[in-house]
Antibody, heavy 117, light 110 residues
Framework: EVQVVESGGGLVQPGGSLRLSCAAS????????MNWVRQAPGKGPEWVSY????????SYADSVKGRFTISRDNAKNSLYLQMDSLTAEDTAVYYC??????????WGQGTVVAVSS | QPVVTQEPSFSVSPGGTVTLTCGFS?????????PSWYQQTPGQAPRTLIY???TRSSGVPDRFSGSILGTKAALTITGAQADDESDYYC??????????FGGGTKLTVL
């Protein structure tokens, strides 16, 4: 079964850091570009970051640029998101999303990040 | 990043046809923005309905269709059913790995 499973969410204080992980299975991870998409409570989804299947092409939404870092380890079938300088506006469910032919075709169940003092 | 606009809400009668649109605050949507459409019900992750403008995702009923209408991407539901009542989001590709979601349309079927 094709799936991605996120982990690493939790409660963190403003200014703190968190590292999200995404474990992929059921497909050749190294052949696919991947994204992080987040959804704040009661809001629509927001694209956060993209990484090409081989890694050299990376992009970020303006809202997280300079604070978040996306990476992947194709040998471990894993995607990561290092989040620094967190603010309340980063509170959301974070989804790991596979990207195929300009289609966000596989979504995880999400991991919850709450930024609060 | 540009702002992608969608109707905040729409209502359709059962069996009726509705067209939701997705545009830029300034400028036109083209096929090179690879418009895609997602349906989301409460507590669930979004699921793909349409990608690359008009390609229906596997398992999606053919009452869902996508197109470019004028300056906007469009999702048309023909013969709406009660379980089509959901939130619908479009996503546009901006190049270089950048994407933007629209604000979403809450569709009511009544």
């Amino acid at each position: 079964e094709v799936q991605v499973v996120e982990s690493g969410g939790g409660l963190v204080q403003p200014g703190g850091s968190l590292r999200l992980s995404c474990a992929a299975s059921g497909f050749t991870f190294s052949s696919y570009s991947m994204n992080w998409v987040r959804q704040a409570p009661g809001k629509g989804p927001e694209w956060v970051s993209y990484i090409h299947n081989s890694g050299p092409i990376i992009s970020y939404a303006d809202s997280v640029k300079g604070r978040f870092t996306i990476s992947r380890d194709n040998a471990k079938n894993s995607l990561y998101l290092q989040m620094d300088s967190l603010t309340a506006e980063d509170t959301a469910v974070y989804y790991c999303v596979r990207d195929y032919n300009y289609n966000f075709d596989v979504w995880g169940q999400g991991t919850v990040v709450a930024v609060s003092s | 990043q540009p702002v992608v606009t969608q109707e905040p809400s729409f209502s359709v009668s059962p069996g009726g046809t509705v067209t939701l649109t997705c545009g830029f605050s300034s400028g036109s949507v083209s096929t090179y923005n690879y418009p895609s459409w997602y349906q989301q019900t409460p507590g669930q992750a979004p699921r793909t309905l349409i990608y690359t403008t008009n390609t229906r995702s596997s398992g999606v009923p053919d009452r869902f269709s996508g197109s470019i209408l004028g300056t906007k991407a469009a999702l048309t539901i023909t013969g709406a059913q009660a379980d089509d009542e959901s939130d619908y989001y479009c996503v546009l590709y901006m190049g270089s790995g950048n994407w933007v979601f629209g604000g979403g349309t809450k569709l009511t079927v009544l």
